[in-house]
């Protein structure tokens, strides 16, 4: 038997992100080994869902060289991209208890390089708090939308603006809303036309959607050009 | 072997509504002899989810003798109770796929004697739509919110309202929102204060609910005579 | 990226309670800025849900500030609202493991100024148990039922009773029943009329509910008033 | 390819009851070739879950052999066992809508000997009528119970009887307990003791299982035999 | 707020079996004080999962007073009824992991006084471990089939015996038949006829099934007196 | 009682493209009456779940004005909007049975005045097909990938480009994948990164959603003038 | 737009069986259409879930063309391939019911050359049937068990024979166990080793499954040889 | 009260493998009692599922016997069988989170003397990655395919080889996708034909299925002379 390992390392050229290292159901030894690879092939990578027990039982030498954040449980290895100047994405929250996901979005869009704005406890539980914000929302060309319990705040977003609208359902929630499904359920559900979702508490692939968009803009004018 | 059939004719008494005919599940034969029960009793009776076609499968001297409302699939067999002058309840939809459920709730409160007022199309992917209205909602001591999809109305009224807010899920939806379990758990899993929920498409539910609020004004004012 | 925390300070006004902090699903650190926040807004809050090794975690000082319970997870920041002399609430629970959501109610009602009265184990299991208090139940303006398993009770309250009858299920139950959407279900499905629910072990959102229910006193004797 | 039919002839000798045909599921010509093969070895055979709709499918003579019952859907091919006098069993309904299964199990009983008695609409919503048989229910060796809805009438029963409690959960109800997983859950996870459970709308298998308490009898009888 | 506990103390009068107490959900101080007021009523008491971890907290003197048993979590406090000589129930395991399970209801029924055998191992994957005991099978007036996994256990001795047959699924099993709905579903949805069910685990419900079929047998036979 | 209806006509400013009116559970009286009031206020509309047998009770005139697509059960009534030269969408099918999902998509984007490409039968079981178009699929900016089943083209197409992926998982499948369910939670739970998905069949939300990429460029260019 | 349809016509050479068309969520057009495709490929195609409406729909001609089986709901369109003389695949179904789906797989294993022998009404409620069976059951190289219900046949043939086990769960059921969940988890759980499971209903599948065990024969001599 | 514990030790001979020991849901007591009698009736055994922490817990003399591997939580009791020289299974996984279900698969072939080899991180995200190994797949005779999310990769494999496909789902995914029950269902949902399944995470199941293909051959070649 003689299995192998395999990185994808071409991934940035194909879909326009580097590979990024998912740490949970991985252990130690093979989050050590993968960063290893990484080193030996000058890769950066990014790191998601590192528990910090997980991180200390990384060997010393690999934890040193890792930029990591607590909050959002991610970890920088090797540099990260120049970020933009201009934040073209906006991340809301419903609430203070969605923070972790949204960080973990920002911390993507960063390491990918691109700069982000971020406005926390926007629930529509308290309506005037979303309307107080209207112009900024109704600006921003793509808005990534943390929220749990019941999701209402996809649906609100949803009438209000034009831009792209990420709805990242999250864990957050009791009872019957908790664990997500109801969250997400409602961004999928939801009356309020051309919600996009993502996964429960996936604010990496809401970052990596939001790339997508930027480019699809390179990729829009790419073709006029072809075409025109 | 020999079944008895039992009316609970005090329930009136007992719970503040009289018993209600619920016809879906039921066959025509014994639709009719429950009618002629409740005629030998001289009782009135509410006859809820009554199809157009069970209608005319019931003999004709019985059909005659129901008030029969296609769109809320009611009928009322005796006279309904004389209505109050002000409406204590205000009825609204997120949408006019939701107006049968809704009218179901008025038609039940009418029987009872108790009048509403109705508003539909108030959902929340056109928010303005809800701001129009906000000082009618907050003076409303109940509001019966009827709504599919995402349920997202529930929570937006639950944070502008005081008073009893009784949320009624509809099965309208599509994908995964069909049925109505998404805007069931968006009014139980709310982030919203103090949300009371009915079962899914249950108009006649929340509408008994709305009159044990009724119930409850004379019941508080008898406590405070006796222990004042 | 600048997000910025938002506190509702004028929940109270709108919807006729303050804001309440639900402590699942947060940090230490955020539950210490949010106290620090309130502190500097002078307002009082009502904390649900701190588990006693949270409690732990706080700053001393903070901490020291708490009106702490640990039956119910609740803790009073700041002073609760002057009690009302008579109870118009009556909460009552299916057996003794139904308690701390029961207490999550009763503290509730307290801080927000609600007096209550509490009944333990009137579990349908031992039917004169419910039996023995049928006046009292009967004279109750509002119930808050608290239940686990099959959710028996509700139903058996909702036969015998006029004034508001709100079901909260609890996650209380063995195999199937565990979690409690059996109860929950019970209590949407009732064959009893006008049964209102609230989410599974949500004592605080009954209590909501129930102040609800005084407001529509006060709204409903304002309209007649107005249209008198 | 040459497939065999096989009959399960000796099933009564094995498990006290004969084979049984269940038509759901089998077209015209399977259920006319299975009676054909009932007929060749001089079997009689229970026909359940037979649609008015199949039953007319059936070549005329196959249909004039069969004792239909339309509420029930059952038929019996060849002649039932002669009935005991005294009636072992007793069975119970919620409501009116529980009767077409209740009487599945009555004629399953009838069939295979077993006298039974049956008493519709004893629904907890008024449970005045439940306590009003209180004396006749302790007295019954067996109660096979039939509810839909929330099941909230095994849960009573079980806190009231001695004898053998058969819960047989229906499909009757609405929203969420539409179909009847509601009622099947709250007889398994009923906080009375002892309570056993059928399948949903299982009233011929509720009938076996009283008829297998009959044979425990027996079977208990020879035991003490043996050893004492 | 003045909540009283209430005992269920003629539960044995009514139902045949005195109240048990359910260890899980409730807190040390919750079990002794039911303990405490068992004792001043002179009760006995059947305690069920009760974990050691529990066991530890209670007070020294109320664990001195329990005979407890660590394989089903079981504890007797004061005197169990005396026993049977003649084993009416007879127990089998489809596996060694449903052990714990057969136990508990081994020990409810020694408990209530009624002696009984047990079987372990008769998984179908061997089915010549089932055919082996056809004989004893075939005799016993009550079997309990305790089993997890995919539950064909049951379905296989329901085509086997005449006797009552209670299937007591087990959460025992991998993957899609974890948590026991698998084995639960298949007792329920069997082509064996007749089979009964209680909930997942539970092992004490099926003890007090089985000590009402006892009773069933003194009802029915004080029944035949009354009418012969 | 007063009901009023409430039309949306300001959706178009303010979430870029215009109130759409979805049939299904509509009646054709509220059809007809909506239809009506588009028409008093010169507003073009687009109707999509129109089945053909809804089309004929519409009255003449109504049906009269009507431009009906049967296959994706899609309407236009007034004008759509000038058609855009390049297609800046690609719609691509796993199967001929995605067809009618897809030409919602297709219809939408057109009434909206966005030109597509579309490309049927790129189902994975033959991957070859899908490698064929990998340049095709690489330079489009955004992809609306529409399969049912088990939706593994979704991660296949993730991994391959660049784009914006907007996954519309369909109710076309078998067994456990009927419904769409299976689909849908491939698009949640790919492996691929940045996937965003739709509600079940839902094409026309995932053209309004390309329709918001596009507004998004026009967004994203106003904001680096206004900063740059 | 312009779609264009792809047909898979290497498919015989990569996986060993042509493609087959799935005529459910197909219109007649498009089932007319592909067989015009076929036509003009000259391949012959095998048709599953063709229901008899939808043939009645379809062109005279192709109706003509094509070699169709009621039961199966299959259609051979052009020559199946030569049978071979031994059966290696042996199949069998736990009732009558469950015939169709049998008849699916032995159809389709007809169409790619593969001769079957199959065996009905071999349910285990029955065992007697099973075990009288057992010498040709040990000596089948491949079983196709089909059975609904709870699927116990699974475990039971698992525990039997030493061939390969294909379980194809059936929808046939009632209650919990309709729609096929339960005999599927039962397969996917059961405590025998090495069963092997197919979709719910799937006979075309476990055929497609058997014809591959085939294939592994040949590639596995050839790699014998290889390395030989 | 006097049970039995029942090995199983002819299962070789009936299914082709012996028995192997789950050891989860067991208790330490409880494996070394099985093992005793193993060594006593001189039978080698597969331990599966068997926790390091278990293992700790397990007497020394015990532990001291066991060949344990803690990547797939497998040991060896005794000898496992020599190995075939060719390996007929090729076992592959999407990432390095399958690792220890596909050594559950490797060790368990490995004990019934059958080598195998394995391919790790052959996931679809990456296509290129399973196109560059298509000779070495489409030659395997059995191929065991681990992964999890989503499992696309199943049906991409369906769609490249000829060989029997044995899927195993792993509960390795997030949100939705977490625990499995996705990859399980686009195994049995996908579109490819013939792909076979076991329970999630089933390493054991996969393999003893694949010795079942080996046995097959066997079978089928005796078969061929038989009748030849």
New interface residues.
Partial sequence: ????????L??AD????GE?L?C???SAE?IAA?LEAAHAAKASLLLT?LERGMLQQLPAATRGALDYDPVSRTAYFGSPSPLT??P?VLIVT????D?PV?REA?RTLAFYGQ???????????????VLALQDELA????IIAVA?????L???L?????????AVPT???????AG???A???????????????????G??A???????V???T??A???RV??
């Fill in positions: 038997m003689n299995p192998e390992h395999r990185l994808d071409e991934r194909r879909v326009g992100m990024a998912l949970s159901h991985k093979q993968i869902r100047e201009v073209a419903g609430g203070t208890s923070v949204a920002s700069s982000a704005r971020a406005l926390y406890d926007v629930g529509v539980a308290g309506l005037h708090r600006a921003a060309p793509v749990g319990f019941e999701g209402a996809f649906s609100v949803g009438g209000l603006v034009k831009g792209v609208l990420i864990s957050v929630g009791l009872g019957v809303a997500g499904a109801v997400l359920n409602a961004a999928l559900g939801s009356c309020a036309p051309g919600i996009l979702t993502v996964n429960i508490d996936n990496f692939g970052a990596c959607a939001a790339l997508r968009v480019s699809a803009h990729l829009a790419k073709k006029m075409l025109g």
